[in-house]
């Protein structure tokens, strides 16, 4: 099978510079960087204040054409600065990288669109980029914007379009110019859930049609289904590559985190309008009598204690928490409306809430917390998909039962066997009691 993408030791170097004393940049201090920039590309060492970071460090693999490539990582192993590169958004520091055939890529919201011209305008405009005749756009037309979705909002420019707008025609557009190969990255996360089931059924139409496709995606289910190979990068190096199962599972043995305590949320990756934000994450476990407990066990409970920062005035916006299993599956989300209560915030001004879950019956395993901040169907303030960490540990007597069975809520329940009436129709029923394992451990 031919390959259509090669990647042989490629590597991408940053340069970082120290924040000075000085307040602004004159037109001398602009020319000497770009000198200093292009004698470093021959070879020249970094100057004081400055310092190296490789995003990427000797990268190399083949994609054959057909391929389903899940990219996973932890944020900063490297993911958003290969695509790019994939993308020739950005060119490698070292190495060589072929592509063969066309490619098409949906990086982040509004790649591509130019924020003044209207959806109509940019589907033109994306188009001509990606070397379509006028007759292949205008054939192509009624049918992207069908799949978008905005028939109404086509005259208006793109910058008054919500984030879920801006997703929906640039996949839109991605998918529909019959790339040879297509890169999704975790972008469609903003999307609601009807458009991602709807977006992964078209990526798999075009998966079935022959075509190379690279996905980037937090949601390890979604790798599992979606790809024939996987691959992962830590630290800017790739690590392992080969069977997605396999190679899942190295990843979530690399994120295990059973520690507790205090997370610094300022520098994690997010999404949303900024307005406010997250700064950190508290977790304490408690027993079934309320003392503190050391580490999280099934049915204890546990205590989210959030701060949360406004930049601007905040109005009646809801907080979510949201506890994810490894594959990345959405297993319990509260949150303030559920409760009626809504969150406002002036600017500058910072706030705790508390999220206390009761009897938390998960079984021994690790898993992942998100938070969201935002008005429901109408923005998005502040997302983090991946905030913190705990592993659930077994109760005593959950020891016996859990290892063998699949599921992820010990449910507690009765277990009562009835006698056989056609044998003994008059025999008394008796009773055997097993409170504590969950009714999905009987299942096969």
């Known amino acids: 099978m031919t390959a259509a993408i090669t990647a042989d030791h490629v590597s991408k170097r940053f340069m970082l510079a120290s924040q000075g004393r000085e307040k602004y940049y004159a037109l001398r201090d602009v020319l000497a960087g770009s000198v200093r920039r292009w004698l470093r590309a021959g070879g020249a060492a970094p100057q004081p204040g400055e310092r190296e970071f490789w995003a ?41 990288l072929r592509i063969r055939g066309r490619l098409a890529s949906l990086l982040e919201v509004g790649t591509g669109f130019h924020p003044e011209l209207t959806g109509r305008e940019n589907v033109w405009l994306s188009g001509a980029i990606h070397g379509l005749s006028r007759r292949d756009i205008a054939r192509r037309f009624d049918e992207i914007v069908a799949f978008a979705e905005v028939e109404q909002f086509l005259e208006t420019p793109v910058k008054r379009y919500s984030s879920g707008m801006y997703v929906r025609l640039a996949f839109s557009v991605a998918v529909h110019l019959d790339p040879d190969a297509l890169i999704v990255d975790e972008v469609l996360a903003v999307g609601d859930i009807h458009f991602q089931k709807k977006c992964l059924a078209k990526m798999e139409d075009v998966a079935a049609e022959g075509r190379t496709l690279i996905l980037v995606s937090h949601n390890m289910s979604t790798i599992l289904s979606m790809s024939t190979r996987c691959m992962l990068l830590d630290r800017g190096r790739l690590i392992a590559q080969g069977d997605p199962q396999a190679v899942i599972r190295q990843y979530q043995s690399s994120v295990q985190d059973t520690s507790l305590g205090q997370n610094d949320l300022t520098q994690v990756e997010r999404y949303g309008s900024g307005d406010a934000h997250f700064r950190s994450i508290a977790l304490e476990a408690r027993a079934a009598d309320g003392a503190p407990a050391e580490f999280p066990q099934t049915g204890s409970d546990l205590l989210f204690t959030v701060m949360i920062h406004a930049v601007r005035p905040v109005n009646a916006a809801t907080v979510a928490l949201i506890v994810y299993d490894e594959l990345g599956n959405r297993l319990v989300d509260v949150n303030s409306l559920i409760k009626g209560k809504a969150l406002t915030l002036g600017a500058g001004e910072t706030r705790t809430v508390v999220f206390h879950l009761h009897n938390l019956r998960l079984r021994p395993d690790l898993y992942t917390v998100g938070l969201w901040l935002g008005v429901q169907n109408v923005a998005d303030i502040d997302g983090i998909r991946y905030a913190t960490s705990f592993r659930i540990e077994a109760r005593r007597e959950d020891i016996l039962y859990t290892p063998p069975f699949p599921g992820v809520y010990m449910c507690e329940f009765d277990y009562l066997p009835q006698a056989d009436a056609a044998a003994d129709p008059g025999a008394p029923a008796s009773a055997c009691d097993a409170p504590g394992r969950s009714a999905a451990e009987s299942m096969p």
Request: hydrophobic share 30%; charged share 25%.
């Open 56 to 96: 990427l460090r000797d990268v190399g693999f083949e994609i054959r054409q057909g391929e389903r490539i899940g990219l996973i990582g932890r944020n900063g192993a490297g993911k958003s600065t290969l695509l790019k590169i994939l993308s020739r958004i950005t060119e490698p520091t070292t190495g060589t």
